[in-house]
């Protein structure tokens, strides 16, 4: 693959996932629809607990959430009354082909309540992701998160499950 | 635009908004007066409080400073009993012409005292920016703090405003 | 130097340290050995304490600890009783030459027990290094931590020192 086409795909990946955040920090949902593929994965089994080194899985275990608007329902729900800081650190990204591309993303969040001042969680990890272009634009096709902690502040938050939903 | 140029613009662009971190938090403000352009305005009305979601603005307004020297001793002023720790990520840049580009950047801080273990403020926001090329090098034209929430840990630091000045 | 080969190398070695960072915090030891190069130099004697403005130096001093095989048995000995998390921030990079490059970039760690749980550290400072292209793959030739500040949080952990090792 030509170098300079990779390096212009690489640069839109980052600024895809930074317009991912943004939209998903500044309330913008109907922003953050247009980051994610149609047919988009979010897979965040592991994103509500962790894994402690030689122990066994602790938290919450997160839904496995298929397609964009299933992906903006689920989103919008779970932060109903919250609001949340997501940053996101050192995006390795491999280009796969002319419209195919994955990559992991280091991450932080804290989510607050609506007044942005009620502590709800603090954690960081890493998104482990795949990206598509679809209609013109580069997209998340799909996305994992994992954590290396996620400390509950509170109980008054919740990740959303199948169950729950 | 050529997509090399414009992938080069966005990389010292950057690089620009990495040296302005550094040279703040390493208190090297002679470096720091030549991220900013001659003319340069930083509003930082939006910087020293927050805005609930369905509420009204909590926090003091801070100021509207113009000009490099202007927002040099302002600066220079309000850490004189502070030292600081900026972070940025996720910076989406886009250039409008050869020598223009608008973008934002994600951002957190830590202020302390000068001891570096007082703490006074935890912020996070974004930082929305125009950038020109001046005398050679991308500098900073214009940039607008907004929080996503800002805790003040200490009432010993304050950001100077008009009146205070 | 060509821009296409500078913006190239640039990208290559932010995913560098993207893995540094990575292959740490995922405990990949054998994947983090070849982010060095074989007579790498990691220079910690200012990274486990901090310097107040006006003030003197407070805190342990780090070792300098030469080699690739040596910089890995340090890491596993210092983290084999902790986990870590390490984000890096704003990386500025200038390429020397086809096989050489500097950069300083920002980070931030917490330091933590097995439990993910458990808070030990919480520092943030920049990392000063020199890179080199070397077995084909730029890799980290010489890294000198430094902290704007070093929170610890607990007794339960240290930076094991060439006396200590």
Redesign the interface.
């Known amino acids: 693959m030509d170098?300079?086409v990779r390096?212009?795909a690489?640069?839109e990946i980052?600024?895809l996932?930074?317009?991912y955040?943004?939209f998903m920090?500044?309330?913008d949902f109907d922003g953050m629809a247009s980051v994610f593929c149609k047919n988009a994965v979010f897979d965040c089994t592991e994103g509500a607990g962790?894994?402690?080194?030689?122990?066994s899985w602790k938290g919450e275990r997160g839904p496995i959430v298929r397609g964009r608007d299933a992906i903006m329902d689920w989103i919008r729900d779970s932060f109903r009354d919250a609001?949340s800081?997501h940053?996101?650190?050192?995006?390795?990204?491999t280009v796969d082909s002319a419209t195919e591309a994955h990559g992991?993303i280091?991450m932080?969040d804290?989510i607050?309540g609506?007044?942005?001042?009620t502590r709800l969680v603090h954690g960081?990890g890493?998104y482990h992701e795949r990206y598509r272009l679809e209609d013109g634009a580069w997209r998340i096709a799909e996305t994992k998160l994992t954590r290396?902690?996620c400390?509950w502040q509170s109980q008054d938050f919740r990740v959303l499950t199948p169950e729950t939903t």
Chains 1, 2, 3 share one sequence.
């Open positions: 170098n300079l390096l212009l690489i640069e980052k600024q996932k930074g317009r955040f943004r920090d500044t309330r962790v894994l402690p080194v030689g122990g609001t800081v940053h996101g650190h050192c995006h390795e990204i992991v280091a932080e804290h607050r609506l007044n942005r001042e960081v890493h290396l902690f400390d």
